[in-house]
């Protein structure tokens, strides 16, 4: 069951998300090659904290963590470790945060180090494309159908592939909520629901280099990654639709 937002929740979710965006302001810049991931984490705890927000994904059941962090293969839900990061992985910032009851949900792919090829820079380049196009139609009127084709067309045009069992969602009192969003039309547009005002979503482009099936990382509870062990990468916003426009929350 979908929950909406009134006006003034979607302001308390305004300043939750402007608060998560500074903090990956100041957490990217951070980001070398020889530090653990652990540390990564650490630093985005305090950096929440400094916000006077409070960490979101350690509220979800049995994760103690203020943050995802894959790497290259991994796809999503990696927790922080003692891996040390090195000049040339591709690493995802997947963190929350939360703020008078509500969560906010971001994600961005870089490339530690900066140390890139033309082949990972166009991979990463049509995933922030693709949320771009899925963010434009995040609109009234529209469905979230019109969401799933905008990532899939993009995504897949690129010769990319969409991890399908991998969704958006609702986001709000809870950080997964109603509805899911695919990022690939499982019917006709049509058929999918409408978007009305209240709806605040965690749009997400998760996608791979090779195949769209998923595994689960050997010894991991969490760690989900490409079956083919192939690049994968992930790029998420939170927006909130209202009867005048869409917000970017983050």
Known sequence: MITYKTPEEIEIMRECGAKLKEVMKKLVPQIHAGMTTNELNRL??????????????????????????PINEQVVHTPPSQRVLKNGDVLCIDIGAYFKGFHTDHAITVVVGGKSTPEIDKFLQVGREALELAIKEAVVGKRIGNISQAIEDKVTGAGYKIMKQLTGHGVGRELHEDPFIPGYLTKSVEKTMKLRPGMVLALEVIYSMGSSDIAYENDQEWSIITADKSMSACFE?????????TLVLT
């Open 237 to 245: 916003h939170t927006v909130a639709i209202t009867d005048k426009n």
């Open 44 to 69: 985005g705890e305090q950096y929440i904290k400094e916000q006077g927000a409070d960490i979101s994904f350690n509220k979800v059941e049995g994760y103690k963590w203020a943050m995802c962090v």
